[in-house]
């Protein structure tokens, strides 16, 4: 599940949401090293992110995808794993 339905789901159960923002607080990474960016060769609008960071103490590797809309770059999606 991407953060737009994270948020969506959040608004959907009635939770408050700076509760509702506080947890995807926890959830996000910390300590972001950036490693790589490839820009699409076929679409020059869109952009993939490679990064570390820790989750709970832990090394995590993520990938996070990039597209331009209306001349500002805005993540479309992110994964995240413990796995290298």
């Given amino acids: 599940m991407n953060r737009n339905?994270?948020?969506?789901?959040?608004?959907?159960?009635g939770m408050d949401?700076?509760?509702?923002?506080?947890i995807l607080k926890a959830m996000?990474?910390?300590d972001l090293t950036l490693t790589a960016l490839?820009?699409?060769p076929k679409d020059a609008r869109k952009a993939t992110l490679e990064a570390?960071?820790?989750m709970g103490g832990e090394l995590n590797h993520g990938t996070i995808?990039?597209?331009q809309e209306d001349g500002q770059w805005k993540v479309a999606n992110?994964?995240?794993t413990n796995k290298k």
């Fill in 5 to 13: 339905g994270l948020e969506t789901g959040i608004k959907q159960s």
């Fill in 17 to 22: 949401p700076k509760k509702g923002m506080e």
């Fill in 28 to 30: 996000a990474p910390t």
């Fill in 38 to 40: 490839n820009v699409d």
């Fill in 52 to 54: 570390t960071g820790k």
């Fill in 65 to 67: 995808a990039l597209e």
């Fill in 78 to 80: 992110q994964s995240w």
